[in-house]
T-cell receptor, first 111, second 115 residues
Framework: KQEVTQIPAALSVPEGENLVLNCSFT??????LQWFRQDPGKGLTSLLLIQSSQREQTSGRLNASLDKSSGRSTLYIAASQPGDSATYLCAGIGSARQLTFGSGTQLTVLP | EAGVVQSPRYKIIEKKQPVAFWCNPI?????LYWYLQNLGQGPELLIR????????DSQLPKDRFSAERLKGVDSTLKIQPAELGDSAVYLC?????????????FGPGTRLTVT
């Protein structure tokens, strides 16, 4: 069974700082990995989808990488802003063909 | 384009009462998912539909939970009777097709509180 772990559980940074969020998964036969953002009381917003044949995806200030051999993905956020404050969740589809989520990293960007 | 719509957004009920949640997926999306999200945790899949067919319901507690997707569009998730431990956020998502290559789009969720 796929297990997904996110570290740290919470992170607080000053505005303007570059930061990295980490995600690790146990099933190396992963088909894709998706990063989501969740604001308090809201649903999930898809940020980036990395397919197993890809190594990274970029959208604006966000860059996500996928290393299947090590079972890791990272989400890089450049020049963080207070509006980036949210919970970031990674989720992978492995051999069970279902999306398995980590518990998330709660990010606070201080003005 | 309208996103995934869910109602109600909030629901408070007493234990042992029934409750139902409704989901309208993105138009044209073949696949619909129901997830359960406990506080501080990531969502967990309850059931997945492809058109009208429930193709993965292995994590749905069938003694009290039921779901249906009439005509392959809207879906309803029901709990009867509700227990205190059912308090959580119930999320609905849809994708164009099943499979790893298709992004899942989530609705805002229904926050259930059982007292």
């Amino acid at each position: 069974k796929q297990e997904v772990t996110q570290i740290p559980a919470a992170l607080s940074v000053p505005e303007g700082e570059n930061l990295v969020l980490n995600c690790s998964f146990t099933d190396s036969a992963i088909y894709n990995l998706q990063w989501f953002r969740q604001d308090p009381g809201k649903g999930l917003t898809s940020l980036l989808l990395i397919q197993s044949s890809q190594r990274e995806q970029t959208s604006g200030r966000l860059n996500a990488s996928l290393d299947k051999s090590s079972g890791r993905s990272t989400l890089y956020i450049a020049a963080s802003q207070p509006g980036d404050s949210a919970t970031y969740l990674c989720a992978g589809i492995g051999s069970a063909r279902q999306l398995t989520f980590g518990s998330g990293t709660q990010l606070t960007v201080l003005p | 384009e309208a996103g995934v719509v869910q109602s109600p957004r909030y629901k408070i009920i007493e234990k042992k009462q029934p409750v139902a949640f409704w989901c309208n997926p993105i138009s044209g999306h073949n696949t619909l998912y129901w997830y359960l999200q406990n506080l501080g945790q990531g969502p967990e899949l309850l059931i997945r539909y492809e058109n009208e067919e429930a193709v993965d319901d292995s994590q749905l507690p069938k003694d009290r939970f039921s779901a249906e997707r009439l005509k392959g569009v809207d879906s309803t998730l029901k709990i009867q009777p509700a227990e205190l431990g059912d308090s959580a956020v119930y999320l609905c998502a849809s994708s164009l097709y099943p499979g790893a290559d298709y992004e899942q789009y989530f609705g805002p969720g229904t926050r259930l509180t059982v007292t």
